[in-house]
């Protein structure tokens, strides 16, 4: 048996039975499969040590891969950019700290987008990363190392992060599940930041029991990140089984334009279906242009929306990253980064940021009304996680809008700060390439997404470690 093919509750009960051992799941996560895949950009040397202290935990020293955009203390810290190559933390990120306490160790950084900037892992400095369930493929991004390391078995789970789908849209197209919570629900403190208004941490694992037991861990108020909510954080495993009878599901994005007729849309409506059989109430909203009562807002919208906030955002975020600071300076931002910079500065320059940053911040409050007015119908709102399939190896290459296009469903409920999973739905037989079905809920309630993707899971043979 392959160890890290266990899933997190599975490792944790096998370790406090003495079945198996810290050391054994350790150095499952350090074999050559991670040269052919190019997963981890660092490797943690010292985890089975550090491992061997933690078994009183509730971790149990278990190995978790973390996205090289999380300050690591002593584990070389880059950001897929070669501005910070060399860099090594003097402190974890809260998230990191957090899973520490509990008993978690990291096993390795994992590759992602530079600066978390695209949907594909293709603008990381280093080298792009190969989709495990097919090496011809992407795994999406830019939490794109964090799945592939869950996909590929060489870590019983990860950690990633979301700005506007870098988690759920890599989960939908490597084939695990992957948890984007409420903004302010998880800490950004220690993470690179990249769009400060939406950037959200959250758990990638191989089941949705799993993403809920670390959301546990790394969730709560945290005295450096002002921005975190004083809310108490419930158990989310508690209710886990608690299913969908009764509640009121719309069906959102099947018809629009670019997706009728598709393989996405076909594999959500008959998840649709499948929470009808479950007890739930299934109704279609229709995509609309406008603001109308019933209808959820075209996502078209939100590309243009979320372009300008986040450039916006990242040319602030990224003036700090000189080579006084970080020996690189920034002659070593990869050209993605240098568009982006650029692109946001302009936007908040004098004279321009009425005409660009102020409309789409407009745009983004239509979008939070709409969501406000739904959520007062619905209890959850389901649709595809991307358009489709993972594409090939190359499909960024002279697309400077590939991340903000393949993430178009998402980008919506990320600017509204809304939580959202995506679990696997449908596998293409031909390809091994899988759809995610993504489920969102109203503000501060990842009890009822996580509880209606495990009656998913279960009621479904798309997840392949359940």
């Not at 792009?128 to 939490?143: A, F, I, Q």
């Not at 990242?314 to 690189?328: F, H, P």
């Not at 409050?365 to 959520?375: A, Q």
């Not at 007062?376 to 991340?403: E, F, H, V």
Request: hydrophobic content about 35%; aromatic content about 8%; proline content about 5%.
């Amino acid at each position: 048996m392959k160890l890290n093919s266990l899933t997190l509750k599975k490792a944790i009960s096998k370790l406090q039975h003495k079945e198996i051992s810290l050391s054994e799941l350790v150095e499952e996560a350090i074999k050559e499969k991670n040269k052919e895949l190019h997963i981890y950009l660092t490797l943690n040397n010292e985890a089975v040590r550090q491992a061997s202290s933690q078994t009183e935990k509730q971790l149990e020293g278990i190995p978790i891969a973390v996205k090289d955009n999380f300050l690591t203390k002593g584990l070389r810290s880059t950001a897929s950019s070669n501005v910070l190559k060399d860099f090594i933390p003097p402190f974890d990120a809260t998230v990191v700290m957090r899973l520490k306490q509990a008993g978690g160790v990291v096993i390795g950084k994992t590759n992602l987008d530079a600066w978390a900037h695209g949907s594909s892992t293709e603008t990381s400095a280093f080298g792009s990363t190969k989709n495990p369930r097919n090496k011809e493929y992407l795994p999406g991004g830019s939490s794109g190392g964090s799945a592939a390391a869950v996909a590929a078995d060489l870590c019983i789970a990860a950690i990633g992060s979301e700005t506007a789908g870098s988690i759920r849209q890599p989960a939908s197209w490597c084939g695990v599940v992957g948890l984007k919570p409420t903004y302010g629900r998880v800490s950004r403190a220690g993470i690179v930041a990249m769009a400060s208004s939406t950037d959200s941490p959250g758990p990638i694992g191989k089941t949705v029991e799993d993403c809920a037991t670390l959301l546990n861990l790394i969730a709560g108020r945290d005295i450096y990140d002002a921005t975190t909510s004083p809310q108490p954080v419930p158990d989310f495993t508690k209710q886990i089984q608690k299913g969908v009878k009764g509640i009121r599901i719309g069906i959102c994005y099947t018809d629009h334009e670019k997706l009728k007729g598709s393989d996405a849309a076909k594999a959500v409506s008959e998840a649709g279906k499948i929470f009808e059989r479950l007890g739930a109430n299934i109704e279609l909203v229709p995509v609309s242009e406008n603001l109308q009562k019933g209808h959820i807002f075209d996502p078209n919208y939100a590309v243009a929306a979320y372009t300008v906030v986040q450039r916006s955002e990242v040319s602030s975020n990224l003036a700090g990253y000189n080579g006084i600071r970080y020996d690189y300076g920034r002659a070593f931002f990869g050209d993605e980064a240098k568009r982006r910079i650029m692109l946001g500065t302009f936007t908040l320059s004098k004279g321009y940021s009425d005409r660009y940053y102020i409309t789409a911040q407009k745009v983004r409050s239509l979008y939070i009304n709409n969501y406000r007015e739904l959520f007062g119908t619905y209890d959850l709102l389901i649709a595809p996680t991307s358009p489709g399939y993972a594409q090939k190896l190359g499909a960024t290459k002279d697309n400077p809008m590939y991340g903000e296009l393949e993430d178009i469903l998402l980008e919506p409920s990320t600017i509204s700060g809304l939580p959202g999973i995506s679990v696997p739905c449908y596998r293409d037989p031909k390809t091994n390439l899988y759809i995610g079905l993504n489920i969102m809920a109203n503000y501060w309630q990842e009890e009822k997404i996580i509880s209606a993707a495990y009656a998913f899971e279960q009621a479904t043979q798309w997840n392949s470690w359940k």
